[in-house]
């Protein structure tokens, strides 16, 4: 059976938790008004932008080859349809030569019946 010193000593701690419970509580306020949510969210995400930009540059730096082959299909996808007029003159389609997109294809009558 307990005791009174063991009740005392384990009202002891208890009061002792309970006053270290208050002093971080008191902490996280005093905390949260010198700086914001928001503000902590914004910090937090611009570090990992940085953080996110700073490994892109180290990378692109180490396969700078591999970055001028996306970068130059990039310009020739861009460019394609002069390029093609200059390569082949007359005989470059037009825009209105392209094949039209359809309405509808055999995939969407069958989600259709479905649906």
């Given at each position: ?69 996306g970068v130059a ?43």
């Open positions: 059976m307990a005791t009174r010193e063991d009740f005392l000593a384990d009202r002891a701690a208890r009061d002792a938790a309970l006053a270290l419970f208050k002093a971080d509580i008191q902490h996280l306020r005093n905390d949260l008004a010198a700086k914001g949510i928001g503000a902590r969210i914004g910090e937090r995400l611009g570090e990992g932008a940085v953080d996110m930009a700073d490994e892109a540059l180290e990378l692109a730096g180490e396969n700078k080859g591999k970055v001028g082959a299909a990039l310009i020739l996808w861009i460019f394609h349809r002069p390029l093609f007029s200059w390569l082949f003159g007359e005989d470059a389609p037009e825009d209105d030569e392209y094949p039209e997109e359809p309405e509808h294809s055999r995939w969407t009558d069958r989600w259709k019946d479905k649906g």
